[in-house]
T-cell receptor, first 111, second 112 residues
Framework: LAKTTQPISMDSYEGQEVNITCSHNNIATNDYITWYQQFPSQGPRFIIQGYKTKVTNEVASLFIPADRKSSTLTLPRVSLSDTAVYYCLVGPAENGQNFVFGPGTRLSVLP | NAGVMQNPRHLVRRRGQEARLRCSPMKGHSHVYWYRQLPEEGLKFMVYLQKENIIDESGMPKERFSAEFPKEGPSILRIQQVVRGDSAAYFC??????????FGPGTRLTVL
C-alpha cells in the first residue's frame, strides 16, 4: 500500500479556508485517495474519496493533480467543530484492502 | 440504519485477564475490520473478516489475540492474558461490497 505524507499539525481561524496536502509518490494505478476525519474519543469518519481531478461534496473538496502524486483536501470556512485529526489514505477500491493510517494532520481551529 | 456498534465502550481489565470486544456491523455489511489505536497515533490494522472467515490477519499479534465473525451475532476480538501494552482504543469498521469503511465508536481498553 502506498505510503502517505501529511503535515503533522495545522492551525487556522474560524471562517478561513483550510487546505491540507498529502503526498503519495508511489500511488498505484488502481489506488483511490480517501480522507477521514477523527474527533477525540471517536472512530474515523469518511469525508471524501477521489481518483483524479476534483471531487466536491457538502463537506469538502478534493483536488488531485494529473500525476496523482499528491492530493489536497479543502475545508471551506472552517468552524471550531472542524478541529480534528485528518487522515489521508490511498488504496484500491476493492474490498479487503485494509487502510494504512499514518499519524494524520491535527487541525486546530481557533476563534 | 444504525451505524457500527461496539461494546463495551470502556473496558478495564487486570493483567492476565481476558478481554472480549464486540462489534455489530451496519445492516447489510458482511466485511469487518479491526484496528488498534495508541494515543497520539494513527490506527493500525489488525484483522479483516467476512462472515465466518478470517481473510487477513497480518496485523494481529500471533499470540493471545483472536477474532471471529460468526454467521449469527457480532464480531468478537478476544485478547487473552492481557498485558499493560494492550491498553489502547480498538476500532471496528464494516463495509458493504466496496471498500467504504464505516467505523464504530471504539472500545477503550485499560489494563491495570
Amino acid at each position: 500500500l502506498a505510503k502517505t505524507t501529511q503535515p503533522i499539525s495545522m492551525d487556522s481561524y474560524e471562517g478561513q479556508e483550510v487546505n491540507i496536502t498529502c503526498s503519495h509518490n508511489n500511488i498505484a494505478t488502481n489506488d483511490y485517495i480517501t480522507w477521514y476525519q477523527q474527533f477525540p474519543s471517536q472512530g474515523p469518519r469518511f469525508i471524501i474519496q477521489g481518483y483524479k481531478t476534483k471531487v466536491t461534496n457538502e463537506v469538502a473538496s478534493l483536488f488531485i493533480p494529473a500525476d496523482r502524486k499528491s492530493s489536497t483536501l479543502t475545508l471551506p470556512r472552517v468552524s471550531l467543530s472542524d478541529t480534528a485529526v485528518y487522515y489521508c489514505l490511498v488504496g484500491p477500491a476493492e474490498n479487503g484492502q485494509n487502510f494504512v493510517f499514518g499519524p494524520g494532520t491535527r487541525l486546530s481551529v481557533l476563534p | 440504519n444504525a451505524g457500527v456498534m461496539q461494546n463495551p465502550r470502556h473496558l478495564v481489565r487486570r493483567r492476565g485477564q481476558e478481554a472480549r470486544l464486540r462489534c455489530s456491523p451496519m445492516k447489510g455489511h458482511s466485511h469487518v475490520y479491526w484496528y488498534r489505536q495508541l494515543p497520539e497515533e494513527g490506527l493500525k490494522f489488525m484483522v479483516y473478516l467476512q462472515k465466518e472467515n478470517i481473510i487477513d490477519e497480518s496485523g494481529m499479534p500471533k499470540e493471545r489475540f483472536s477474532a471471529e465473525f460468526p454467521k449469527e451475532g457480532p464480531s468478537i476480538l478476544r485478547i487473552q492474558q492481557v498485558v499493560r501494552g494492550d491498553s489502547a482504543a480498538y476500532f471496528c469498521a464494516s463495509s458493504p461490497d466496496v471498500n467504504e469503511q464505516f467505523f464504530g465508536p471504539g472500545t477503550r481498553l485499560t489494563v491495570l
